[in-house]
């Protein structure tokens, strides 16, 4: 059971259609401003494999589970959801995990 104030990470796994690798991965990049400037973000990445190009991954935390929900309900988000359809072999695979150890700034 996920506690409404535990720290959340996701990872979303998208696999482009043939040739929408690039397409797809400039949409992905068009969110990282505005997800990294909403109020509950802790970290919002974008990753692509370096074995496949049309393998892109979304690696997320988030403060909360109600700050996700936010996210999720963003225009900007909503849109690529809606839009991405397109660009994708197949549906995103999302994975969400709940923190359980203690987190600890990075060592300068």
């Known amino acids: 059971m996920t506690n409404e104030r535990q720290q959340l990470t996701l990872i979303a796994h998208l696999q482009a259609k ?21 109020a509950g973000c802790i970290n919002y990445d974008v990753h692509r ?4 190009p049309a393998q892109w991954v979304m690696y997320e935390n988030w403060r909360s589970n109600a700050d996700l929900d ?9 849109e690529f959801v809606k839009d991405s359809a397109d660009l994708l072999a197949k549906d995103m695979d999302i994975e969400l995990l709940s923190m359980h150890s203690a987190h600890v700034a990075p060592k300068r």
């Not at 494999?49 to 496949?52: G, L």
């Not at 936010?70 to 909503?78: E, G, I, K, N």
């Open 49 to 52: 494999s370096n074995d496949d």
């Open 18 to 38: 043939p040739g929408s690798e690039e397409e797809l991965g400039r949409r992905l990049l068009k969110l990282v401003e505005p997800s990294r400037s909403e």
């Open 70 to 78: 936010a996210h999720f309900a963003q225009p900007y988000l909503v």
